[in-house]
């Protein structure tokens, strides 16, 4: 069992598609919160570190943002961060800044080149998607493009089109997020993860919130997810499970699909 496409990251892939990589989000409102929550998680060696800046009290201050971006980084040692400003409309915290300043922070980001990955939404301005598109292409940066839904599960076709947009609007991994209601839910984004991950010729990454959804959290990348978000200090979304126990779940999938006895 192998995911075949990776993420990258300055070129060269992370992790080897034998298991899901486990990002981390880091949600404090100070720097010295975010630090410490850093310090924590990087002992528990996760493959991915996010940064939900909109949770950081001082989005609103580019140099204290790149700095505590800076610390991070330096924190984090050889983990990726991803930089993240999810929006109010698709499940993120309120924020004091507008849309055209958001995406100057991106650019600043980029151009400081103190993160590894950035996420942003496609349900964007297309312009400030190309933006930051060409922001994070420049820097050498990679870009996942994502939609999420926190309220229920669209279609198999919408989840589909989600995935393909993102890759037609040039993202280097496409990301879904969406709620479940009942168990057909998660049946439908597992159909949506394996359908897409066959078609696509970017890695994506796909979750079902929620309990149910958690269910998507452990084994969503036997479908074709290639990264899971688990609690490493804090949760970031419903239904994330902590990193010791995805852990464990993922080390008895390991042998369970290369079947071995457990
Ligand atoms: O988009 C995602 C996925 C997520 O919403 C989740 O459900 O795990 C958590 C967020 O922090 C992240 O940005």
Redesign the pocket.
């Given at each position: 069992m192998e995911n075949k496409k990776l993420i990258e990251v300055r070129g060269k892939p992370v992790g080897d598609g034998k298991r899901p990589l486990i990002c981390t989000?880091l949600v404090g409102r100070k720097r010295d919160d975010v630090l410490a929550e850093t310090a924590k998680i990087v002992q528990k060696k996760p493959d991915l570190l996010?940064w939900?800046v909109d949770f950081f009290d001082a989005i609103g201050d580019a140099a204290e943002v790149i700095g505590t971006a800076k610390a991070i980084r330096a924190a984090a040692g050889d983990i990726p961060v991803l930089f993240?400003r999810?929006s109010i409309k698709e499940?993120g915290e309120r924020i004091a800044l507008s849309e055209e300043e958001v995406v100057r922070l991106y650019e600043t980001v980029c151009e400081s080149r103190c993160v590894d990955l950035v996420?942003f939404e496609m349900s964007n301005d297309l312009a400030d998607l190309q933006r930051v598109r060409a922001a994070s292409k420049a820097a050498g940066i990679g870009m996942v493009m994502?939609f999420?839904n926190f309220s229920y599960t669209p279609g198999l076709e919408t989840l589909n089109q989600r995935f393909l947009e993102a890759e037609r609007l040039g993202a280097d991994v496409a990301?879904v997020?969406v709620m479940p209601r009942d168990l057909h839910d998660v049946l439908t984004l597992l159909t949506a993860t394996l359908q897409s991950s066959e078609k696509l010729r970017i890695p994506l990454v796909s979750?079902s919130?929620g309990g149910y959804g958690s269910l998507t959290r452990m084994f969503g990348w036997v479908f074709g997810s290639t990264v899971s978000?688990a609690v490493g200090a804090s949760s970031?979304?419903p239904g994330?499970v902590p990193i010791e126990d995805l852990n464990t779940v993922l080390e008895i999938l390991r042998k369970s699909l290369g079947g071995k006895q457990v």
């Open positions: 989000p996010e939900r993240t999810r499940g996420d994502s999420h990301k997020a979750m919130m978000f970031s979304a994330q």
